[in-house]
């Protein structure tokens, strides 16, 4: 059975809480599971959640400051203890490959695992996956820094009653989904005929960055997104210095976006009361919204339902 969901490693930024481990998230989909930003301790909080080095098929850095990346060391080196049997896909700013290549060796050990490393060095760039396509974007950080969105393609929805209108069920209807078209009785019906489009499905990661064009176009109707709120309002201008998002900020892409689950996180340590980050957020957002803790699991919302033409 097909699985689609997000597991959080930790939510803190820059440095660790009582409460809080650095960054780290997985996602579950389908076939594929994406490590996100692999912070410190991601390796120990694995453990707590049921996915293991074996189970990995990529990783994803959106930039090279050490809460994001200082636990990639241990992955990696955990990739091989556990002789993980397939290539593992790296992908993180070309411009940081230095910082990639120090961590990757950052002690002795013996290397078995293969890791396909794939830079992002173009704004847009596009990976081809056997679920979609994971697209990232450049975001505004003081360092090079990208997002990440997984798309999967649209679909299509069989509409029963249509179908019965003309006399098509069984296997002639797997031949007209495969074909786009059925001959029946001297006409021809095609697909568009007896079914909608199913929209794909949307997941959008958006890690340190103020505003701008990237955030949106990861966020553009995603049906999970994950995106920091590292401030409140109240530090709207330290967070504008500092390249991040306020939770009103982040709430109101979200809106402007059409998302439909907001996975708030990447929470500063001034921060003790987690309320106030969701009661900031409710006021500009409507939809589901989640205040990311440590180890929680958030599903990918059921498919948009399509209505018929």
């Known amino acids: ?166 006399g098509i069920a069984g296997p002639d209807t797997g031949r007209l989904l495969r074909d786009g078209h059925l001959d029946r009785d001297g006409r021809r019906v095609t697909r568009d005929e007896v079914s909608v489009t199913r929209p794909g499905q949307r997941f959008a990661f958006v890690m340190d960055t103020g505003l701008c064009d990237g955030v949106y176009a990861l966020a553009e109707h995603a049906d999970l997104l994950v995106i920091e709120s590292t401030f409140l309002e109240s530090e709207a201008a330290l967070a504008a210095e500092a390249g991040h998002l306020t939770a009103g900020q982040a709430a109101r892409v979200a809106a402007e976006s059409g998302v439909r689950t907001l996975v708030l996180t990447h929470f500063s340590q001034r921060y003790a009361d987690p309320r106030r980050f969701h009661d900031e957020a409710r006021e500009h957002f409507s939809g589901d919204l989640v205040v990311a803790e440590d180890l929680q699991t958030v599903r990918v919302p059921p498919r948009r339902v399509p209505s018929p033409g």
């Open 1 to 166: 059975m097909s699985m689609r969901e997000l597991v959080v490693l930790g939510t803190a930024s820059q440095a660790p809480t009582r409460q809080r481990n650095h960054n780290g998230y997985l996602l579950r989909w389908d076939d594929e599971v994406i490590l996100f930003d692999p912070g410190e301790g991601s390796q120990r909080q694995m453990l707590h959640t049921g996915v293991t080095a074996t189970d990995l098929t990529r990783i994803c850095v959106t930039h090279f400051h050490g809460d994001h990346c200082l636990g990639l060391p241990g992955m990696i080196q955990r990739l091989s203890l556990d002789r993980v049997p397939r290539p593992v896909a790296v992908h993180f700013p070309a411009g940081g490959a230095e910082y990639f290549a120090r961590l990757r060796h950052a002690s002795s050990f013996y290397e078995t695992a293969e890791l396909a490393v794939e830079p992002i060095d173009t704004d847009g760039q596009r990976i081809t996956l056997g679920i979609g396509t994971l697209e990232a974007r450049r975001l505004r950080h003081p360092i090079e820094t990208y997002g990440y969105r997984l798309v999967e393609p649209d679909g299509c929805r069989m509409l029963p009653e249509r179908l019965a209108a003309y």
